[in-house]
Every structure is written in structure tokens, then in C-alpha cells.
């Protein structure tokens, strides 16, 4: 590991465009090379605002996030965007079947470098307990759980760098949840100090089994001083160096 971090939210702060009220106080968090972050916290503290403000998928009102020690331009958002993957709680598919939705990112010009490999896509599907023809369902026919399933292999295909996902299980059936799990431990361990996630949940055991450092959210404050009593601690990753 660098002491650079992966990811570097430099005193980001969210207001509501409307009111001017505070979404997210000043936050200043690093997500390093390996680590696992889980971050809980009541309804409606900023959990989401925090997560999609670093996917940079809303603008900041104050602070600046940084990509391996580099703001982010303009220009760079895609590239961004392709390494930093949000998945959200609630995923979009569009019409046709899995393997249609498998296929359209490799259309948008940020992935013209790649090709769709459905091998790949269907050694995923089988990672997540689905059979052969889980690639030729149609996406309006999947249950809630295939399709966050689904969304999951959509983004795992295109190797990113750092998971940001926000209660990616929170509607879903056991086994799924369960699924979703194994597919981002399996992403996690396949390249040990080279990925980074961010999981929000609302259940504990959740964040136990998915992070080694635990983060409270309240009221638009980002408390880091929950850390590793989420979890048993794994050494196996240093500690951010914050
Ligand atoms: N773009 C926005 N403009 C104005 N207010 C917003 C915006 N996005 C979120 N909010 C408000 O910010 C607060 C925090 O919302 P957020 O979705 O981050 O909560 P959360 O912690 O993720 O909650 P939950 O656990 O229920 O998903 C809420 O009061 C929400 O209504």
C-alpha cells in the first residue's frame, strides 16, 4: 500500500439546494488500497448523500475528492466513475434480457477499450447460485434479488476499483443478500490491496461480515470513532493513514 489513498474526500460538505440546510457537514475521509469500510446510521443522516457525493454523482457545495492524490476534472469524471462504482439500493435495468443488460455499458465510449465477455458474465451469474440461462432471462421477469444481482455483475465486469454501495440488499430475500455478499467478497479477494469498498446497511451483522472498519452517520456527521468495533479485526490490510 501507498500512503495515497484510493480515494480522498477533502472537507466535502452536501446542502439542500432549497432551504440551504446542511445534508453533510464537512467530511474529511480517506478510503485506502484493501480497505472494507461499513458505515450504519439512522434514516435520513446523510448516508446516501455522503455515498453518491463521493461517486460524484452530485455536485459538492464545499471540498474536493481525490483520485490516487489527483482532483477529479471534469473530463476525468467517467474514467472516475468506471474505477469508483456506486450500485444503489434499487437498481435500473432496462428492457430485454440479462445479457442486454450486460452488454450496454460496453456501448458508451468509456468502455470502448473492452469487450462484452460472456463467459466471464456467466462464470459471475454462477458465482451468485444462478444456472446457465440466467444470461437469457428477461430483465422485466427477475425477481427483486436477481436483478440487484444483476445490476452487480453489470458493474464487477468492468473491474472497478472501489465499490460504493449503498444497502445494496436492504429490499432482498436472505439468500440473495447472501449472493450479493459472495459476489463482492469473491471481487474483495481477487485482488488482495487492490480494491476498496464502502457498504452501507442498516444491519449490524451486515457490516460485520463485510468490513473491518465501521463508521456512524448521524445527522450529516461522519463518525470515525467506531472504527474496528464492528468486526473483528483482520490485520490483514494496514490501516488508512488518517
Ligand atoms: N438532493 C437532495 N436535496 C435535498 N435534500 C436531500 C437530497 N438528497 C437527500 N436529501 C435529504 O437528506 C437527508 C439524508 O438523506 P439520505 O438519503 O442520505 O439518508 P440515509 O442516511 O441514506 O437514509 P436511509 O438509511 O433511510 O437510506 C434526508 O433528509 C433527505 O431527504
Known amino acids: 500500500m501507498t500512503d495515497v489513498p484510493f480515494v480522498l474526500a477533502d ?3 452536501r ?4 432551504r440551504g440546510q446542511a445534508l ?8 485506502h488500497a484493501g480497505n472494507r469500510v ?4 439512522p434514516s435520513g443522516s446523510g448516508k446516501s448523500v455522503f455515498l453518491r457525493a463521493l461517486a460524484l454523482l452530485d455536485p459538492l457545495d464545499a471540498g474536493r475528492i481525490t483520485w490516487h492524490g489527483a482532483a477529479v476534472q471534469r473530463a476525468a469524471i467517467p474514467r472516475y466513475r468506471r474505477n469508483v462504482a456506486y450500485i444503489r439500493q434499487r437498481p435500473a435495468l432496462l428492457d430485454g434480457s440479462v445479457e442486454d443488460n450486460l452488454r450496454y455499458p460496453f456501448e458508451l465510449r468509456t ?4 469487450r462484452f465477455d460472456r463467459a466471464r458474465a456467466a462464470s459471475l451469474a454462477a458465482q451468485a447460485g444462478r444456472g446457465d440461462d ?6 422485466s421477469e427477475l425477481s427483486g434479488g436477481e436483478a440487484q444481482i444483476t445490476a452487480l455483475i453489470r458493474v464487477l465486469q468492468l473491474a472497478p476499483e472501489v465499490l460504493l ?20 467478497h469473491a471481487w474483495f479477494d481477487d485482488a488482495p490491496g487492490r480494491h476498496a469498498s464502502i ?4 444491519d449490524p451483522a451486515q457490516a460485520t461480515r463485510m468490513s473491518e472498519r465501521h463508521l456512524i452517520m448521524r445527522a450529516g456527521v461522519l463518525d470515525e470513532t467506531a472504527r474496528h468495533e464492528a468486526a473483528p479485526v483482520h490485520h490483514d490490510h494496514p490501516e488508512p493513514g488518517q
Do not use: C, M, N
Not at 453533510?24 to 478510503?31: D, E, G, I, M, Y
Not at 461499513?38 to 446510521?41: K, L
Not at 457498504?199 to 442498516?202: A, F, K, L, N, P
Open 11 to 13: 472537507g466535502i460538505a
Open 15 to 18: 446542502r439542500d439546494a432549497v
Open 24 to 31: 453533510l457537514q464537512p467530511t474529511t475521509f480517506a478510503l
Open 38 to 41: 461499513a458505515i450504519t446510521g
Open 111 to 114: 468502455y470502448r477499450d473492452v
Open 134 to 139: 440466467f444470461l437469457d432471462k428477461s430483465a
Open 165 to 184: 454501495l449503498d444497502e445494496p440488499t436492504a429490499s432482498l430475500d436472505p439468500e440473495s443478500s447472501r449472493a450479493i455478499e459472495g459476489l463482492v
Open 199 to 202: 457498504w452501507v446497511s442498516h
